[in-house]
């Protein structure tokens, strides 16, 4: 089969089976504070090593991960996720949830490089957009986790024997579906190494200002949604899973149709109106004054912060400055800053001050991404996709 015939359908579900993996410990994360008995802030803390694990592998693991390719890496990457997962949850010391979610960053890191480089490539061959419904499949690889993982809570289920489930599931089906897949080859010239930090240009600092308020949002809801439903409104695990699984599934539906309107109406009018959507929603949640109010804040922000990040690596990758691998893997390695520094602050803004202001600091942030809507603007490129 040539590639325009369904090669990309498999860059699509690696999209679905990494978020199905990395997904799979949040809707657990009240349960997991419980057993540890620990408070917002250390819990925040403790998640840092997701990011901190991602962060080290996109600066040091370039080289590998250029070596191993895309489906060596996802077939790695996915069960050492997983695996560090299920290992996380049957502690009770932070300590050792956080040295085990560090291991599972490190194949997140690796994972994050090749999806999107894989995607960008296709996109090159198949001419056709599929950046942000690939990013779509992750969203709802992140669904199908946050539903799962309400359901288990709900009827409880302990989160050591979810987490094993998972990482089975995951690992067999990634074996399965890309043992023979054949990547895409690179962009002419565009091959280039991604080793080591990453000097970013002026127009990456910008992508990355752009992206802020979407990485930031986007984690809060991630790590803090069903803890901030607990917490304000006392819901049962099913109603608080439902903000992780609302906020998902609406970012997966925004995401598998935006590719059109990107083509029809150009990327920065879809990123105006994904700003103004994502402000609505963070300002729902943080000032909502009943459970219904929160969830709907909670579903405009996946509304809302869907497209940022995507749009953000498409222009990063199509910028003729230097090569596409160099210019995603700078993106990606500053953007997971924010992730490695936003689980530990949002846990101590809400463990000292409250867990609404978690969210509510991301109003300016919002604010910001509307201020450098223009970095998405293509500059020396042709009007067709490169």
Known sequence: MGYQDHSHFKIYFAFFVYSATLGAIFPRLGDLQIQMGIGEATLGLALMGVPLGAQIALIFGGKLVEKLGF?????????????????ASTGTSPLWFFALLVLGGLGIGGMEIVVN??????????????????????????????????IVAQIDISPSVHLFSMFMITTIASIFVLRNYQPFPPRGTTSGSVSKFIMPTRGILMLVAFTLSAMLLEGAGIDWSVIFMRD??????????????????????????????VEKFGPVAIARASIVTMGFGVILVTFSIDPMTALLGFALLGIGNSVIFPLAMSAAAQ???RPAATNVAALAQLSFITFLIAPALLGVIAEHIGIRYSFGIGIPLVILSWMTLHSLSPRKLPRKLL
């Open 71 to 87: 489906r060596k890496i996802m077939l790695i990457g996915v069960p050492v996720l997983g695996l560090a997962e299920f290992a």
């Open 117 to 150: 480089l894989e995607a960008d490539r296709a996109e090159y061959r198949i001419k056709r957009r599929i950046m942000n419904r690939a990013h779509a499949f992750w969203s709802f690889g992140f669904f199908v986790s946050a539903m799962i993982g309400a």
């Open 232 to 261: 304000t409104y006392n819901t049962v695990p099913f109603i608080s899973g439902m903000a992780l699984a609302l906020g998902a599934f609406t970012q997966a539906v925004t995401r598998f149709f935006a590719d059109g309107y």
């Open 319 to 321: 910028r003729t400055d």
